[in-house]
C-alpha cells in the first residue's frame, strides 16, 4: 500500500520561508514522479510543482517560479518543496503526490497525501 506523509507547514510571516518534506513507501520511490499541489479554501487544487523520478526535470506554477524549489532524495524516498519570500496567497493546504511522469495535471497521479496546512500572514 502506498503512502504518503507530508510534514513541515505551519504558520510564516509575509516574506519568510518553510520547508515541506513528504515521505513515501510502499513502492519504488525512484520510479515515479513526485508533485505538489495545493488547495485553498473554495477553490480547486491547483498545481504547484512537479519532479522526474531522476530529478532531472522540474516544473513549477507561474505562480510560485523563482521563489519556490522541488528536490527529491532517493535514497531516503522523501520528496521537499522548499518556499521561500511566501506570500498570504500563499495559504493553503499542500498535498504531495505521485504518479507516472512529471505533469501538471492531477488526473494523472495516482496516489496523494493527507495535506499539511501553510498558513502566510501579512
Known amino acids: 500500500q502506498v503512502q504518503l506523509v507530508e510534514s513541515g507547514g505551519g504558520l510564516v510571516q509575509a516574506g519568510g520561508s518553510l520547508r515541506l518534506s513528504c515521505a513515501a513507501s510502499g513502492r519504488t520511490f525512484s520510479n515515479y514522479a513526485m508533485g505538489w499541489f495545493r488547495q485553498a479554501p473554495g477553490k480547486e487544487r491547483e498545481f504547484v510543482a512537479a519532479?522526474?523520478?531522476?530529478?532531472?526535470?522540474?516544473y513549477y506554477s507561474d505562480s510560485v517560479k523563482g521563489r519556490f524549489t522541488i528536490s527529491r532524495d532517493n535514497a531516503k524516498n522523501t520528496v521537499y518543496l522548499q518556499m521561500n519570500s511566501l506570500k498570504p496567497e500563499d495559504t493553503a493546504v499542500y498535498y504531495c503526490?505521485?504518479?507516472?511522469?512529471?505533469?501538471?495535471?492531477?488526473?494523472?497521479?495516482?496516489?496523494w497525501g493527507q495535506g499539511t496546512q501553510v498558513t502566510v500572514s501579512s
Open positions: 519532479i522526474s523520478w531522476s530529478g532531472g526535470r522540474r
Open positions: 503526490t505521485t504518479g507516472g511522469v512529471a505533469v501538471t495535471a492531477p488526473s494523472e497521479y495516482d496516489y
